[in-house]
Nanobody, 119 residues
Framework: VQLQASGGGLVQAGGSLSLSCAAS????????MRWYRQAPGKGRELVAG???????NYEDSVKGRFTISRDNAKNTVWLQMNSLKPEDTAVYYC??????????????WGQGTQVTVSS
């Protein structure tokens, strides 16, 4: 199973970016999908998560600005980021709980994608 993330880049404060992450390989089903981020010198933090049924949760600082969504048929999760702030600058990682069969579930990470917000 592989997670391929894309969509990072450089944007001015107040701008928008959209990240996507697609899962590929052989598996039974993807359960929760999440986006994390890690800023320089800081630990990795949860930004947003979405269950297989579409329930979402967000870190407080991104509520109202970021939207997580997914397409189960395409095994893809997106993170729409609006009103970006310099403090959103970080490497963003997608994460998925992948059920490989009815009995086993594993965690997978995508490669990071850099988001840089200039002031």
């Amino acid at each position: 199973v592989q997670l391929q993330a894309s969509g990072g880049g450089l944007v001015q404060a107040g701008g928008s970016l959209s990240l996507s992450c697609a899962a590929s390989g052989y598996f039974f089903r993807i359960e929760d999908m999440r986006w994390y981020r890690q800023a320089p010198g800081k630990g990795r933090e949860l930004v947003a998560g979405i269950t297989s049924s579409g329930s979402t949760n967000y870190e407080d600082s991104v509520k109202g600005r970021f939207t997580i969504s997914r397409d189960n048929a395409k095994n893809t999760v997106w993170l729409q980021m609006n009103s970006l702030k310099p403090e959103d600058t970080a490497v963003y990682y997608c994460f998925a709980e992948v059920r490989v069969n009815r009995n086993y579930q594993y965690d997978y990470w995508g490669q990071g994608t850099q988001v840089t917000v200039s002031s």
